[in-house]
């Protein structure tokens, strides 16, 4: 095999079926019906690829969930494949019925529905659903809306929105076009989901119609070009529209239409949704920012707009806080992060976007201790992400992965997948939502956490503290706030915060060196008591800087702590409070014991993530201070 072929196709037939669950025999068999194509090497051995391994899940669910059988599901993979073919010349792609009730599928499957719910759901027999789905059978629009509003989408949307060139102009018979509905009803799309409205020309052939009342969200304007359509709203008597005529109204009103007449019908049919008016988008020809409908008595009202200076540029990020500590989440799609993995992507930031850190995360946005999160995608586990702060790019932040997973969540991207894995640049975390804790619980299964050292005696600020060097992706040192003879409340935190600064200094100091590189002790976690059973916690990061919540690794490194001294052994739990309020709670999943003293211990922390915004940046050109400030 070549070294590219290797490259497309590292899985060999035994990782595959251990991936997959599949048994090897059984690929095999596949392959032989010609379900499979494996890239053979010149000794015979099989190997695959990553979009082998998602058709074989795919055949595999359609066995056992949808009891199809391999012939019927090879005939709807083939199918699918010559669909997917690229359409002669410029004519527009089509979208046709059978690859529609593939999607229907895809969607029931991800929402964890079986055929009889959705049955149920919809008032459509289940065996016409699975005709459907096996795309050997057509559905109504009624019945499709029906469908849609399931899995709470438009119409539209079901039948799949179109790709925009930033371009105003639609040339007659260049729109997408879409044969959902079965003969004798065609839509040309000429934009849906792109805008506020969803523009198409429908072709509806005598005798056809909507097969009964539907509604949506949204209102609509109908336009007769050719023919003639009857249309007919609940609480009205039928009208016949010919050209020239046209029809506005709600579309939460149930209506339903059809062709009376002799010929085909042509109609400029457009939707709007509703709920595209509260969303904010940029228009970068004009140089407008939309805001929505204005509405109400204040200043923006009757405002949809904001005009932005000559040069501004825009940045949109959603805004959460994890138990108090904020994270800011930039989802402004950039170009050029495409290394295979988190931490090259990472790298690939710095060196193109570093300027994009202390915009998002400096005053008089944020502050010296805001934290950001990029996500990326991932090629190893579900979803990427690396982090960034005032001060670098941290390799793991645990408050802001349970604030990614809040807008993971908001977002629609775990319907159905409690747990789901994140590259970060440190490793692969395992991270789940809701549990014991409750359905917002966040719980996150952190890299091992090594005490270095328990007890290291130091002497700072006319004292002597015992402190305990711990590393869970960045190194802490461990400070217990009573026996320093600290107090751990809101009051104390300058005195804390210059504690904790001569202490990392001094640290810094004084540790040996290990392998030719220093140590680098990166924060001070002041721990201390509290009630029932619970431990105070603050993280001082330096001077400036500190942890608004109880500290995600730093509960961590504490378990850790006290595995190692023999007060805690696997199972245990322990509950940490922050200065503020904020709660997290972590339980000691194992401990090793290593050479020199060292303990490595794994645990789970779980949090609750809130969001809190969702926000346009604005970098104006002639802005002195657009790229922000620390004090």
């Known amino acids: 095999m070549s070294p590219l072929a290797a490259s497309r196709f590292p899985f060999s037939i035994g990782h595959v079926a251990k991936v997959t669950g599949v048994a090897v025999s059984t690929l095999r068999s596949w392959e032989n019906q010609g379900l499979l194509t494996s890239n053979k090497s010149a000794g015979g051995h099989r190997s695959y690829g990553e979009a082998d391994i998602e058709r074989i899940r795919r055949i595999d669910r359609m066995r056992r969930v949808d009891g199809q059988s391999l012939s019927a599901i090879r005939r709807l993979l083939d199918s699918e494949e010559e669909g997917a073919a690229a359409p002669d010349g410029d004519a527009p792609p089509v979208v046709t019925f059978n690859h529609l009730g593939a999607r229907v599928r895809s969607l029931r499957q991800e929402a964890g529905m079986s055929l009889r719910e959705l049955s149920d759901r919809t008032l459509i027999a289940s065996s016409h659903l699975s005709m459907f789905e096996r795309g050997v059978a057509f559905l109504s629009p009624a019945r499709l809306n029906a469908i849609a509003e399931v899995f709470g989408r438009s119409l539209a949307e079901l039948l799949g929105g179109t790709s925009g060139r930033d371009f105003p102009v639609v040339r007659r018979g260049q729109g997408r076009i879409v044969g959902s509905f079965g003969p004798g009803v065609t839509i040309e799309q000429l934009t849906v989901s792109q805008r506020l409205m969803d523009a198409e020309v429908w072709t509806i052939d005598p005798d056809r119609e909507s097969d009964g009342f539907y509604a949506?969200?949204?209102?609509?304007?109908?336009?007769?070009?050719?023919?003639?359509?009857?249309?007919?709203?609940?609480?009205?008597?039928?009208?016949?529209?010919?050209p020239g005529d046209g029809a506005y109204f709600n579309s939460r009103i149930a209506h339903r239409w059809r062709n009376t007449g002799g010929v085909p019908a042509k109609v400029l049919w457009i939707n709007t949704d509703s709920d595209r008016l509260s969303s904010m988008s940029f228009e970068k020809a004009d140089r407008r920012l939309g805001l929505g409908a204005g509405i109400g008595e204040g200043i923006g009202e009757g405002a949809f707009s904001l005009e932005l200076p000559q040069g501004a540029r825009t940045f949109r990020v959603i805004e959460t806080h994890t138990e108090g500590h904020p994270t800011h989440i930039l989802i402004e799609p950039l170009e050029g992060l495409d290394a295979d993995s988190v931490a090259g992507k990472m790298h690939q930031f710095i060196a193109r976007y570093d300027s994009l850190r202390p915009l998002l995360l400096?005053?008089?946005?944020?502050?010296?201790?805001?934290?950001?999160?990029?996500?990326?995608?991932?090629?190893?586990?579900?979803?990427?992400?690396?982090?960034?702060?005032?001060?670098?790019y941290p390799g793991l932040c645990g408050h802001a992965i349970m604030g990614y997973t809040a807008a993971l969540r908001a977002l629609g991207r775990l319907a159905n997948r409690p747990r789901f894995t994140i590259e970060v640049p440190n490793g692969i975390l395992s991270v789940q939502v809701g549990g014991e804790n409750g359905p917002d619980a966040i719980a996150l299964d952190m890299p091992p956490a090594i005490i270095a050292e328990v007890r290291h005696h130091v002497h700072v600020?006319?004292?002597?503290?015992?402190?305990?060097?711990?590393?869970?992706?960045?190194?802490?040192?461990?400070?217990?706030?009573?026996?320093?003879?600290?107090?751990?409340?809101?009051?104390?935190?300058?005195?804390?915060?210059?504690?904790?600064?001569?202490?990392?200094?001094?640290?810094?100091?004084?540790?040996?060196?290990?392998?030719?590189?220093?140590?680098?002790?990166?924060?001070?976690?002041?721990?201390?008591?509290?009630?029932?059973?619970?431990?105070?916690q603050f993280l001082a990061?330096?001077?400036?800087?500190?942890?608004?919540?109880?500290?995600?690794?730093?509960?961590?490194?504490?378990?850790?702590?006290?595995?190692?001294?023999?007060?805690?052994?696997?199972?245990?739990?322990?509950?940490?409070?922050?200065?503020?309020?904020?709660?997290?709670?972590?339980?000691?999943?194992?401990?090793?014991?290593?050479?020199?003293?060292?303990?490595?211990?794994?645990?789970?922390?779980?949090?609750?993530?809130?969001?809190?915004?969702?926000?346009?940046?604005?970098q104006e050109m002639s802005d002195p201070l657009g790229s922000g400030f620390l004090r």
Not at 364 to 391: E, K, M, Q, T, W
Not at 558 to 570: D, M, S
């Open 216 to 242: 949506h969200e949204g209102e609509e304007l109908i336009y007769v070009l050719e023919g003639s359509l009857e249309i007919a709203l609940a609480d009205r008597d039928a009208e016949v529209l010919n």
């Open 461 to 536: 600020a006319g004292r002597s503290v015992d402190v305990a060097i711990a590393m869970c992706g960045d190194c802490y040192a461990l400070v217990d706030a009573t026996a320093a003879g600290l107090a751990l409340d809101i009051g104390s935190i300058d005195r804390l915060l210059l504690m904790g600064d001569e202490l990392r200094r001094t640290l810094n100091e004084m540790l040996p060196r290990r392998s030719g590189a220093q140590p680098t002790v990166d924060a001070v976690l002041f721990h201390a008591a509290g009630e029932n059973g619970a431990v105070r």
């Open 541 to 618: 990061i330096d001077r400036q800087k500190f942890d608004r919540s109880p500290g995600v690794a730093g509960l961590s490194c504490l378990l850790a702590l006290r595995a190692a001294t023999g007060a805690v052994a696997p199972g245990a739990r322990l509950e940490a409070v922050s200065l503020f309020g904020g709660h997290l709670s972590g339980e000691l999943i194992t401990t090793t014991h290593g050479a020199g003293g060292a303990v490595a211990a794994t645990t789970r922390i779980t949090g609750r993530a809130h969001l809190k915004a969702v926000a346009t940046l604005i």
């Open 362 to 392: 400096h005053e008089p946005r944020g502050h010296s201790g805001a934290f950001g999160l990029v996500p990326v995608a991932s090629n190893a586990a579900d979803f990427g992400a690396f982090f960034i702060s005032s001060y670098g």
